[in-house]
């Protein structure tokens, strides 16, 4: 025997029916809060991070200096420390772009339930347009720049601690 599921509509009173919108729109935006949430924490992580990359990087120059390491064995610090920081900001600008799509998703969402429900609160459907407005920009701006650097880093170790050391 087979178990065929019919498909019945069910009368739900006008309430029943609000409190489901109420709640639905809840979640849309306690996700969209969520993921406000997490994009904060990934700037400071980021910060924490890249800090903690320079703070070492300007440890291997001192030390360098004060001729405390020898100069293969900072190269090889000073291309891995810039190779992380390469590493860790590509992960950022993915972690971020993955944030951005999942917003416009969220918010794509809200608009078409408010559509939907025909209540106008006068949200605009999510555009690009105003993406000069969003710090998540930036911070893009500032991931693939700080990349770029680490790049010429891992690249041009040496001569960077040929120039430090003049």
Request: hydrophobic share 50%.
């Amino acid at each position: 025997m087979k178990n065929i599921q019919t498909s019945s509509t069910i009368n739900i009173c006008d309430l029943t029916k609000n409190n489901i919108y109420v709640e639905r729109y809840k979640y849309i935006l306690e996700k969209i809060k969520f993921l406000d949430t997490l994009m904060h924490k990934n700037f400071a992580l980021y910060a924490k991070f890249t800090l903690a990359i320079g703070t070492a990087l300007s440890t291997c120059f001192v030390l360098f200096i004060e001729k405390k390491i020898e100069s293969a064995t900072s190269v090889v610090i000073l291309k891995s420390l810039f190779f992380t920081e390469l590493l860790a900001s590509l992960l950022f600008f993915a972690i971020t772009i993955a944030i951005i799509r999942a917003w416009f998703n969220y918010r794509d969402d809200e608009f078409f339930f408010l559509n939907k429900i025909e209540c106008d609160l006068d949200r605009k459907p999510p555009t690009l347009e105003g993406m000069l407005k969003w710090s998540e920009t930036y911070f893009l701006i500032t991931t693939i720049i700080i990349a770029l650097t680490s790049l010429l880093g891992v690249a041009n170790a040496e001569l960077l601690l040929n120039f430090v050391a003049s």
